[in-house]
């Protein structure tokens, strides 16, 4: 019979909180981890908010082009990560929308009443020094991690936990998701799927995850009325405007949360055709969700 001990903790981040629950043989001075779970999701909002003014993100977008800027290791990473993910995509995941999103309404700002010219590729306007750990952009653009920085903070949350010696647990930030390890019995942990339902949550279905993430994008939980026009929080990068698709949500699984959350929107802005087959090129577990009138169709890819 198992001695393990259940712990539970959780606390505020970006606009939300972040949960971790774990198994521990070993007596958890519980105080002083969450202290330092709670300093890793700080860490990264300090870098990559774009609702604080002074974050390391905010500085590279005020800087003039062609000023180098230093930075925090684990943003130039995301950066990395981020433009590697817009290549292998198709530009599909860009970063260089954040003057989209905050014109509407997504932002710290008041939507604007139009939208403006579509912004350069972050791919063609940014560029990075990691040994210097530095970066600078070649034109006017405004970065934008939402679609990377939460994942990539519930990946931080896991370090915390192994590097205390904790290998079985749960973590998570909203619909990011990480788990490691197992239950006392053995059991994997069980992650429920939301249906795509704006103004009310019920369970689409549950996955049972061990050493994996999963991270979900979607239309229904972050939306605005703009022009008679229901639109989302994801923009499309080809078009230059909120993305507009029966494809309404899409689930990522793999190793790192980092990758899940930026491939989820990746594939949400490709639909389902193209989206499935990079996700096969990838080798990423999906499960593509299309609104059809009332109905719900489901597209599996890689179970």
Known sequence: ???????????????????????????????????????????????????????????????????????????????????????????????????????????????AEQLPPRPPRAREALELDVPRRAARTHSRISLDLNGIAKGFAVDQLARCLREHGVNNFLVGIDGEMRAAGHKPDGSAWAVALEKPLRGRREV???????????????????????????VSHTMDPHSGAPLLSPLTSVSVICTSCMYADAWATALLVLGVEAGSRVAREQGLSAIFVVREGDALREVLVGF
């Open 204 to 230: 689409l279905g549950a996955l049972e995850l061990t050493d994996a993430s999963i991270a979900t994008s979607g239309d229904y939980r972050h939306w605005r009325e703009r022009d008679g026009t229901s």
């Open 1 to 111: 019979m198992s001695t393990e001990q259940r712990y539970s903790l959780s606390g505020a981040t970006m606009g939300t909180r972040y949960s971790a629950v774990f198994y521990a043989a070993e007596v958890i001075d519980q105080g002083a981890l969450q202290a330092e779970l709670q300093q890793a999701v700080d860490r990264v909002d300090r870098q990559m908010s774009t609702w604080q003014a002074d974050s390391d993100l905010m500085r590279l977008n005020a800087a003039p082009p062609g000023q180098w800027v230093e930075l925090p290791e684990e943003l130039l990473w995301v950066l990395a990560t981020a433009l590697q993910i817009g290549e292998q995509s198709g530009g599909a995941f860009d970063i260089g929308v954040g003057a989209l999103v905050s014109a509407c309404g997504f932002g710290p700002q008041a939507a």
